[in-house]
């Protein structure tokens, strides 16, 4: 089946940078939009950034300036690079991907498991 598996989280001091990956696999068709959501402890899953097939981005206004998401389309990967880092930046960050499957041919959205970010002051 589709998945999506991330990678890059990890420890970093407050002001430093960091950089995630996430690849989609299985029986695609066509990845249409990814995205970057992210979930620190109590609170809710919220968005991050996303960019869409043609390479549109929005960001929310909390990383506006400091993170930038892009993607490969050949290796159906999103990235998203993390500049500036703030303590309240951690938490664990999710992928999510609009895929169209081979065998459906209709749109789904996927999850990937999560990777942690954890920023120290």
């Avoid at 995205?35 to 097939?53: D, H």
């Avoid at 703030?86 to 081979?102: L, M, Q, S």
Wanted: hydrophobic share 35%.
């Amino acid at each position: 089946q589709v998945q999506l598996v991330e990678s890059g989280g990890g420890l970093v001091q407050a002001g430093g940078f960091l950089g995630l990956s996430c690849a989609a696999s299985g029986s695609i068709f066509s990845v249409n939009t990814m995205g970057w959501y992210r979930q620190a402890p109590g609170k809710q899953r919220e968005l991050v950034a996303t960019i869409t097939g043609d390479g549109t981005t929005h960001y929310a206004d909390s990383v506006k300036g400091r993170f930038t998401i892009s993607r490969d389309n050949a290796k159906n990967t999103v990235y998203l690079t993390m500049n500036s880092l703030k303590p309240e930046d951690t938490a664990v960050y999710y992928c999510n991907a609009g895929i169209v499957t081979g065998a459906s041919r209709l749109t789904y959205n996927y999850w990937g498991r999560g990777t942690q970010v954890t920023v120290s002051s």
